[in-house]
């Protein structure tokens, strides 16, 4: 896994945990999809959709390791982007130590890093016994999409779908 590369030591569970995936998929407003490619499911997605403010959250996305780097994420974001026409703001955050995961939001997407939650300034809305007792646990950067008025990708075919 990338994170044990990145950290250079095994990890004990998964990241995210299945208990934050699963609170991502009960939010109010969540949208859960399969990416799928050439009839395969090669990822998934979760948004959460506010239709009053249209200030919109990425909580979960991911591409199977072995088929990363081949464009597959950013079709697949381009097709959630379209989805949502009337998105104001996208949201998401990823941990600090996930290089792959900043450079695909800040340099792919086009999203920029507008906060760093750490032990010094910690996520508020991170429910405090989610709060980890070692100080690099809770490290994330928390990256910001603000929409056009028209969308870059009118003209972009995807070969990606997204199976809700």
Request: charged residues 25%; glycine residues 6%; aromatic residues 12%.
């Given at each position: 896994?990338?994170?044990?590369?990145?950290?250079?030591?095994?990890?004990?569970?998964?990241?995210?945990?299945?208990?934050?995936?699963?609170?991502?998929?009960?939010?109010?407003?969540?949208?859960?999809?399969?990416?799928?490619?050439?009839?395969?499911?090669?990822?998934?997605a979760?948004?959460v959709?506010?239709?009053?403010?249209?200030?919109?959250?990425l909580?979960?996305?991911?591409?199977?390791?072995?088929?990363?780097?081949?464009?597959?994420?950013?079709?697949?974001?381009?097709?959630?982007?379209?989805?949502?026409?009337?998105?104001?703001?996208?949201?998401?955050?990823?941990?600090?130590?996930?290089?792959?995961?900043?450079?695909?939001?800040?340099?792919?997407?086009?999203?920029?890093?507008?906060?760093?939650?750490?032990?010094?300034?910690?996520?508020?809305?991170?429910?405090?016994?989610?709060?980890?007792?070692?100080e690099?646990?809770?490290?994330?950067?928390?990256?910001?999409?603000?929409?056009?008025?028209?969308?870059?990708?009118?003209?972009?075919?995807?070969?990606?779908?997204?199976?809700?």
């Open positions: 896994m990338a994170i044990e590369a990145d950290l250079g030591q095994p990890i004990e569970e998964p990241i995210p945990s299945d208990k934050d995936i699963e609170q991502s998929i009960a939010e109010a407003g969540a949208a859960t999809y399969w990416i799928m490619a050439n009839h395969q499911r090669v990822g998934g979760v948004v959709i506010d239709e009053i403010s249209n200030r919109n959250s909580s979960f996305f991911f591409i199977l390791t072995g088929l990363q780097s081949r464009g597959l994420g950013l079709q697949a974001w381009k097709a959630i982007e379209r989805e949502y026409p009337n998105t104001k703001v996208w949201e998401t955050v990823t941990p600090y130590f996930e290089k792959r995961n900043i450079h695909f939001y800040v340099n792919r997407c086009g999203f920029k890093i507008v906060e760093f939650y750490n032990k010094f300034h910690p996520d508020p809305h991170q429910v405090s016994d989610q709060v980890h007792e070692e690099d646990d809770d490290e994330m950067f928390r990256f910001m999409k603000v929409m056009g008025s028209e969308s870059d990708y009118n003209s972009v075919s995807i070969h990606v779908g997204l199976i809700a």
